[in-house]
């Protein structure tokens, strides 16, 4: 149960029906009740709870916002069990202060949904995430992975929320870069047998290249010296992809990352789906011959240029594909497709919308989440390159030396449009200041509470056995207040689309614990009081467990 939307479910009925009395009664008139929201607001002064309505009312009733509000809280029920007071206030919110016995369900809640509390009943819809799908032509790299723990974060959330989910990862196997990175192979293949060879301007110079074909001649020898160039590529490419796939497995497997689905690009071109679309998008109109090429008719309302999807060669581009792969996923049955790119794709976005919408399917069944680059400091100063390969710094080298938990943190911690910078230094520490340590150090906490009260013969109790009212310290009841925010916070990191919010939520939970902690006994207190506590204490942990479950961290219970 989510006592939070009971509650936001229970005051928009109450205004609602306010409204209705309103109306009928003279008091100010309007043509539709408007999409209100009720929220909690973020100074405490303000209530628990403030409602826009009265604002979003004021140009259909043609009264002042703090008028309408006022109406609204004469309208509304005496003596409400719920309510202790409302008040108007600003331009016009109406702030409604609850009276604290509701919080008193809270761990009786948490308790009843065991180490599931926060999941939601399935809401019937078809998730698909896809995110990292980088090119299989080297090692993962620091955009991939804060890619990686934003996606399956998210996956987590929505699936946590109710939807149907699948991770996917879309495998970049043909194209220019295919080209160019059998060009490199077959360079580096050449040059490692003894013979002549000349690399390819722009090809993939990355240690990782060298050590895959390495691996190639230790398997098979110089077989292909003699043999023909495209039949030398396509053998070397072949090899290479393969262990270049296995390799970003394990990688982000050793991240916590599985997918459910590994997607060519390459079946596209197999199957003929590219060549199906471009030719249902010439038969719609949307494509049109310039200059030898065909191009996507983006639209004038669109804002953006048209682009190049059949080159004049008579080869798709990469748009094409990403259409076909596009329509692809809507055929597959999901109600709702989600991707997670690098900003670099920005100006794709619109394109691509443009481009469902070309075939029928709505664009809003279509979210992109744009994440910014990240830096890496060590003691302040700015890592570039990796040891191993000379570029850019991989996952690996990553995971080597902060560890999985710290990494998916850290890369969740902030908004995927803000830029990040990732101290490694502050990831090592087992202090308060690192985040990640922060968080599992107040389950491991609490975890410890539990021991020493199993040790002293004292068993955690069923909140149904216990005083919950002695919870009255103002900390206790805000801590009950933030356990309770928990599922609510789940949907709107859903709907919204951002992991990074429950990293924020715990942040908070586990320092309001700490805080209490340091100040207030939990064993060491009357019997009654001290069963009390301890029920709270459980309600935390399991909170602050589930919250870092989604974001893929660990709970320790001890450090």
Not at 46 to 62: F, K, P, T
Not at 130 to 156: C, K, Q, W, Y
Not at 449 to 477: F, T, Y
């Amino acid at each position: 149960m989510d006592l939070v939307k009971k509650i936001q479910d229970d005051l928009r009925q109450k205004i609602v029906t306010a409204l209705e009395k309103a109306k009928t009664g003279g008091k100010f008139n309007y043509q539709e009740i408007p999409a209100f929201v009720i929220e909690v607001p973020r100074e405490k002064q303000h209530g628990d709870y403030a409602c826009n309505v009265a604002m979003l009312l004021a140009r259909q009733a043609r009264m002042s916002p703090v008028a309408i509000g006022q109406a609204i809280i004469d309208l509304l029920p005496q003596n409400d069990p719920l309510i202790s007071r409302v008040e108007v206030k600003g331009a016009g919110f109406i702030n409604f202060f609850l009276k604290e016995d509701w919080l008193f369900d809270v761990p009786r809640v948490v308790w009843q949904s065991g180490e599931s509390y926060g999941q939601h009943k399935p809401v019937g819809k078809k998730v698909q995430v896809e995110f990292v799908s980088a090119n299989p032509t080297g090692d993962l790299h620091m955009g991939n992975a804060r890619g990686g723990a934003i996606g399956d974060s998210l996956a987590n959330i929505l699936s946590m929320a109710g939807y149907e989910v699948e991770r996917e990862y879309y495998v970049n196997d043909a194209g220019n870069q295919i080209e160019l990175f059998g060009l490199s192979l077959e360079a580096r293949y050449l040059e490692l047998c003894g013979c002549e060879f000349r690399f390819p301007e722009g090809g993939y110079e990355g240690q990782d290249v060298v050590e895959t074909v390495r691996h190639f001649i230790e398997a098979y020898g110089d077989y292909l010296v003699g043999a023909n160039p495209y039949e030398r590529r396509q053998k070397l490419t072949e090899f290479a992809l393969k262990e270049k796939l296995e390799s970003i497995k394990t990688s982000l497997e050793a991240f916590g990352i599985r997918y459910d689905v590994w997607f060519s690009e390459q079946s596209l071109h197999d199957s003929g789906k590219i060549e199906e679309v471009t030719e249902e998008l010439k038969t719609k109109g949307y494509l049109y011959l310039k200059e030898g090429a065909w191009w996507f008719r983006a639209g004038e309302d669109s804002g953006e240029k048209d682009e190049v999807v059949i080159r004049k060669n008579g080869l798709p581009t990469y748009f094409a594909a990403d259409i076909a792969y596009h329509k692809n996923k809507f055929e597959r049955g999901f109600d709702w497709v989600i991707n997670v790119w690098g900003a670099d794709h920005h100006g794709h976005v619109a394109r691509m919308k443009a481009a469902i919408a070309a075939l029928g399917y709505d664009p809003n069944r279509l979210d992109v989440i744009l994440m910014q680059l990240v830096r890496l400091y060590r003691g302040g100063e700015l890592v570039r390159m990796s040891k191993r390969t000379g570029t850019l710094v991989t996952l690996d080298e990553l995971l080597e030396e902060v560890g999985k938990d710290a990494a998916r943190f850290f890369f969740v911690m902030r908004s995927p449009d803000s830029h990040l910078d990732f101290d490694m230094e502050l990831a090592q520490k087992q202090s308060q200041e690192n985040p990640v340590y922060y968080v599992q150090y107040a389950h491991a906490r609490i975890c410890s509470i539990m021991r020493q009260a199993e040790r002293a013969g004292i068993l955690l109790k069923n909140p149904d056995e216990v005083n919950l009212r002695l919870l009255c310290l103002p900390e206790e009841l805000e801590l009950l207040r933030k356990v309770a925010e928990f599922p609510n916070e789940i949907s709107m990191a859903a709907a919204t689309l951002s992991p990074h919010r429950i990293a924020r939520y715990v942040l908070d939970l586990a320092g309001m614990f700490h805080s209490y902690y340091n100040h207030h006994r939990v064993l060491n207190e009357e019997e009654n009081l001290r069963d009390a506590r301890m029920v709270l204490m459980e309600a935390i942990r399991r909170v602050v467990k589930n919250s870092l479950g989604v974001l893929g961290v660990s709970a320790p219970e001890r450090m």
